[in-house]
């Protein structure tokens, strides 16, 4: 492994456990190193983190000032379903003993909370949803090119999102191992992340409150539940 666009502290890290687990397929190893940050816990904190947070606040504080409550706890949910997905990825290592579909190395995040997620990541789910409910039109029936806005909003998010993770992939920031990336694969990622986000938007639209209500305390609470287990029982 000796890549110039790679953070130098992972790349040693890399090169470390290879070397101590007698691994030779560095995709195998970014799990570990991976794996060793998420133990690290609040000695890779950085204040950007700060930011971030504030960036979160302020944003469902606006949603929140405007008394848009189902929006709130529409966001609140998607976030928490997607927490769930990255606890999911990480049992995915845990059972195979290989790796995750995806992995987050970690040596540029203030803070990794799983294999495949960290603390840039998580704060992305929750602003991502809160600029898809935000950013929807007035009249709900307004339509481009034969298609509702409704849809090409939450679809253009997802491809903006794929995008993105392309991206991350090409540093090294997020990993993937299986051979079931490739270009069909991503075609089935666009899909669900722009399947996913059109999802909410017509639930945030057709549901009610209480409905929306029932699914955010669901969401958080499993979210919240299978994380205390998933820690205890050392899965994670």
């Keep these: 492994m000796n890549d110039t666009n790679v953070n130098p502290q992972l790349q040693a890290a890399v090169e470390e456990v290879m070397r101590t687990k007698g691994i030779t397929d560095v995709n195998l190893a970014y799990p570990h190193v991976a794996l060793q940050n998420v133990r690290k816990g609040k000695k890779t904190f950085q204040w950007h983190i700060v930011t971030l947070l504030a960036c979160v606040v302020y944003i469902y ?17 998607y976030w928490a379903i997607e927490t769930i997905f990255e ?27 799983y294999i495949g997620l960290n603390i840039e990541i998580t704060f992305m ?45 090409k540093m090294d920031a997020l990993t993937w191992y299986w051979p079931v990336w490739n270009r069909k694969m991503l075609l089935f990622c666009l899909i669900g992340y722009s399947g996913a986000f059109c999802l909410f938007v017509q639930v945030y639209l057709r549901a009610s409150f209480q409905a929306a209500a029932i699914l955010c305390a669901v969401s958080v609470g499993a979210a919240l539940l299978s994380h205390i287990i998933l820690v205890k029982k050392k899965m994670i």
């Design 125 to 169: 789910f929750g602003i991502a949803a809160a600029v898809c409910g935000l950013t929807l039109p007035a009249n709900h029936a307004d339509t481009f090119l034969f298609l509702p806005l409704n849809v090409w909003i939450p679809m253009g998010i997802g491809v903006f999102c794929l995008f993105v993770e392309t991206l991350l992939n």
């Design 61 to 77: 504080g606006q949603i929140a000032a405007a008394s848009n409550w189902k929006l709130l706890v529409m966001c609140l949910a």
């Design 87 to 113: 606890q999911l990825n990480a049992l995915v290592f845990y059972f195979t003993k290989k790796a995750p579909f995806w992995c987050t190395p970690g040596h540029n995040s203030a803070y990794v909370i």
